[in-house]
């Protein structure tokens, strides 16, 4: 191989390597982002045992400084759905404490769509057609029938509180989902569980009190009662009605 040969490689090897990096970037700084987070403990503040020690310290401040304590707690909200922190039905239950169950659950709605919307673009990005070009024609076919009916879809993913909001996040990232469609079916699809967990929020006062003189703790999961989750698996069965009559018009 001569010089020249050399020479003309080297851009084309250089160009290949800047794409990966614009390509991956992104989800790297989630990444990154998730691991500074845990490493820094700000997890801990993502619990009910810190809203009953801090309730005073915090509706206080809210009181006082209402416009600032909403841009503050929205933009708190998009950067933990943005760098995946599993904490979404928690923050959804701040916000219905500190701002009652109508504001709490209007800023959770659109700050939970824009930091699902930030991992979408970026996991697209990085994944762009991965599952088409390593999986065999059964899953190919598959994506396309997700694809074709990714409103109905994401909507039932979204109403049925089955997976996690971050990986629900993600995986769509692997089809050719439009971003119009992926945003509407996540604003659309999380507005019952956010104002059920932010009216559950609105009346968790009295009960961290209660717990605080029994000397007991309150955990997320003391709040979500079956016949909440029933109600959204029941919601998550009346979205999926479309896409399965669709499929069985269509003999598939």
Do not use: C
């Not at 010089?3 to 090897?13: F, L, N, R, S």
């Not at 820094?40 to 915090?58: C, K, N, P, Q, V």
């Not at 006082?64 to 708190?76: D, I, K, P, Q, R």
């Amino acid at each position: 191989m001569t010089d020249e040969t050399i020479d003309m490689a080297q851009p084309g090897e250089a160009a290949k390597s800047t794409s990966a990096f614009r390509r991956f970037a992104p989800l790297a700084v989630i990444v990154a982002g998730l691991a500074f987070a845990y490493a820094m403990g700000w997890h801990r503040y993502f619990s009910l045992s810190f809203l009953a020690d801090s309730r005073e310290m915090l509706l206080g401040f809210v009181s006082a400084n209402y416009a600032l304590s909403v841009a503050g707690f929205a933009a708190a909200y998009v950067l933990a759905v943005a760098f995946s922190v599993p904490a979404a039905s928690i923050l959804t239950i701040f916000s219905g404490f500190l701002f009652g169950w109508l504001v709490g659950g209007i800023i959770v709605a659109f700050s939970a769509t824009a930091g699902a919307t930030i991992v979408f673009l970026a996991a697209r990005s990085a994944f762009g057609d991965f599952l088409r070009d390593k999986v065999g024609a059964r899953v190919r076919r598959l994506a396309e029938g997700f694809e074709e009916d990714a409103f109905s879809y994401l909507l039932v993913l979204r109403l049925a509180p089955v997976f996690p909001f971050f990986v629900i996040n993600i995986a769509p990232a692997l089809f050719h989902v439009p971003l119009r469609i992926y945003v509407a079916a996540t604003f659309l699809g999380i507005l019952p569980g956010t104002f059920a967990y932010a009216w559950l929020g609105e009346g968790l006062d009295s009960v961290l009190v209660a717990a605080r003189e029994a000397g007991t703790e309150v955990s997320a999961s003391d709040l979500v009662t079956p016949q909440i989750t029933f109600a959204f698996l029941a919601l998550a069965a009346v979205a999926a009605i479309p896409p399965v009559l669709k499929r069985f018009r269509s003999g598939r």
